[in-house]
């Protein structure tokens, strides 16, 4: 003898049980990570950056084409050790009248290698790390050319202003540190 539909009460099957438990927690979750208004003006669209300080680094007419100079950005602990380079051809991210004056942090974000004095004019890159051999192509915002790292060299971002160049912030996390500004002093 089959048993037929009409005869079963209705009922929540599993399946269906388990489907709308799975709708109603991502209905909360998700209404905990998007708070407030769906779509947003033009003007609650735009990025917010952090305040970081403004520095000077050099002069432009101090700068000779492949010869790194160090400073210490954004903060004066051990991590902050950055290089200012201007490399003689156009660069992402570049300042000054070529846009080849670019700045990059000298720790290898993959585990902190010193990539101090690293630099390859022949190649315009970084490296290689001495921990894992990872190279950066300076030209390209610090991007990984060969190794292990998974993300960019940091990059110092540049301001020019009448023939004198500052640091401003900083693309990417330097290693080592929970923020970049983390060590910061205020005043």
């Known amino acids: 003898m089959s048993r037929s539909n009409a005869e079963t009460p209705l009922c929540l099957s599993r399946r269906r ?6 709708a109603g927690a991502m209905t909360v979750v998700l209404g ?10 033009d003007e609650d669209r735009k990025g917010k950056f952090a305040a970081y300080p403004k520095k000077r680094i050099a002069r432009l007419a101090d700068l000779e084409v492949d010869r790194p100079l160090e400073f210490q950005y954004p903060d004066d602990g051990p ?15 570049g300042v000054g009248p070529d846009q080849d004056i670019v700045a990059f942090n000298t720790l290898c974000p993959h585990q902190g290698g010193l990539l101090r004095r690293s630099y390859d004019a022949r190649w315009k890159v970084a490296g290689p790390c001495p921990l894992h051999l ?13 190794g292990h790292a998974t993300e960019a060299l940091p990059q110092v971002v540049l301001e020019e202003k009448d ?5 401003v912030g900083i693309l990417g996390l330097i ?11 205020e005043g």
């Open 163 to 167: 023939g004198v160049l500052y640091a």
């Open 32 to 41: 905990d990570l998007f708070p407030g208004r769906v779509f947003a003006d």
């Open 79 to 93: 991590h902050s050790i950055s290089f200012l380079i201007r490399l003689g051809t156009k660069a992402g991210g």
């Open 134 to 146: 990872t190279t950066f192509d300076l030209t390209r915002h610090g991007m990984v050319v060969a």
């Open 175 to 185: 290693y080592g540190y929970p923020s970049n500004l983390a060590f910061v002093k």
């Open 17 to 22: 049980f388990l489907l709308a438990g799975g």
